[in-house]
């Protein structure tokens, strides 16, 4: 069955340390790819997308992943968290331009002071 | 930029009721918006498709006779969900899709905290 997978529930990082978040997907094609951020009782923000060309996406808030076709996977960095990147992140894809999504369950980004 | 609006941010309903959330898209025409349910500590569950003009494509085990879906102009889509039951307390979020140059783009309000006493 098609899928998204974001194998961590949450995550602990120090302020200042590097993050990565993960998300596999299952599909037979490549499938147009995003992540999502959503604050505590906010709805969704997105941070970045990739549709094709450079796997290497540029994102808000100096956020950037990296698609792996080899590996099915887009993951999630940044190279020096901050306290104001605690929320929570969604990995989601879609397979064709209608964009009904498919969301993976989420990582829970807790930073430590 | 564009943007969704979804009202009301939070309602509170008796069980038995009806409660209705607007979701509105502020400076674009979207002719395809979707809703999604959010269950505590669990991702996004699409709940239905909704087209301007045309009924909504519920997703399978959606009630569709529950959870009502209209789309009757190009920037409002609303949900009501009918007799409501504490097991609907829920986060509901919607989101509009609009088309451009290089792909389509998906906006997303800012949901609607629904709890049924």
């Known amino acids: 069955a098609q899928s998204v997978t974001q194998p961590d529930i949450h995550i602990t990082v120090s302020e200042g340390a590097s993050l990565e978040l993960r998300c596999n997907y299952s599909?037979?094609?490549?499938?147009?790819l995003f992540w999502y951020v959503q604050s505590p009782g906010q709805g969704l923000q997105l941070l970045l997308k990739y549709f094709s060309g450079d796997t290497l996406v540029q994102g808000i808030k100096g956020f950037e992943a990296e698609f792996k076709r080899s590996q099915s996977s887009f993951n999630l960095r940044k190279p020096s968290v901050h306290w104001s990147d605690a929320a929570e992140y969604f990995c989601a894809v879609s397979l064709d331009s209608n964009y009904q999504l498919i969301w993976g369950a989420g990582t829970k980004l807790i930073i430590k002071p | 930029g564009a943007v969704v609006s979804q009202h009301p941010s939070r309602v509170i309903c008796k069980s038995g009721t009806s409660v209705k959330i607007e979701c509105r898209s502020l400076?674009?025409?979207?002719?395809?918006m979707f809703w999604y349910r959010q269950f505590p500590k669990q991702s996004l569950m699409l709940m239905a498709t909704?087209?301007?003009?045309?009924?909504?494509?519920?997703e399978q085990g959606v009630e569709k006779d529950k959870f009502l879906i209209n789309h009757a102009s190009l920037t409002l889509s609303t949900l009501t969900v009918t007799s409501a039951h504490p097991e609907d307390s829920s986060f509901y979020i919607c989101?509009?899709?609009?088309?451009?140059?290089?792909?389509?783009?998906?906006?997303f309000g800012e949901g609607s905290w629904l709890t049924v006493v």
């Open positions: 909704s087209n301007e003009g045309s009924k909504a494509t519920y």
């Open positions: 400076d674009f025409q979207a002719t395809t």
């Open positions: 989101s509009a899709r609009v088309p451009g140059a290089s792909g389509n783009t998906i906006y």
């Open positions: 599909y037979g094609a490549t499938p147009y």
